[in-house]
Nanobody
Framework: QVQLVESGGGSVQAGGSLRLSCAAS????????MGWFRQAPGKEREGVAA???????QYADSVRGRFTISKDNAKNTLYLQMNSLTPEDTATYYC???????????????????WGQGTQVTVSS
């Protein structure tokens, strides 16, 4: 079965960086769209960045230019490099995967059926 395991979260000061990883198993990694989503307390889950099997990428406006999504098909791992972090980036970050996700809905959490357990990112001012 599909398994997604996130790691790399933690606590940093504003302006700092973190790199999240998502180790995937149970499916053909290179054929699924994958995304990073986050949910802050009291807020809805939002799409942060996502990548299609072809390598096409979308970013939320709030993170464009600061976050970079990438994947290593040989290691079945998805990454999210987060730079210039602000307290507004504080949230639980989840990776998600599914096949057949359209470009228009790449950052929509409703398009993904497979989710990791999440990793906490806390940014202090």
């Amino acid at each position: 079965q599909v398994q997604l395991v996130e790691s790399g979260g933690g606590s940093v000061q504003a302006g700092g960086s973190l790199r999240l990883s998502c180790a995937a198993s149970g499916y053909t990694f290179s054929t699924y769209s994958m995304g990073w989503f986050r949910q802050a307390p009291g807020k809805e889950r939002e799409g942060v960045a996502a990548i299609r099997p072809t390598g096409l990428i979308q970013y939320a406006d709030s993170v464009r230019g600061r976050f970079t999504i990438s994947k290593d098909n040989a290691k079945n791992t998805l990454y999210l490099q987060m730079n210039s972090l602000t307290p507004e980036d504080t949230a639980t970050y989840y990776c998600a995967a599914d096949e057949g996700v359209t470009w228009r809905l790449l950052l929509s959490d409703r398009e993904y059926n497979y989710w990791g357990q999440g990793t906490q990112v806390t940014v202090s001012s």
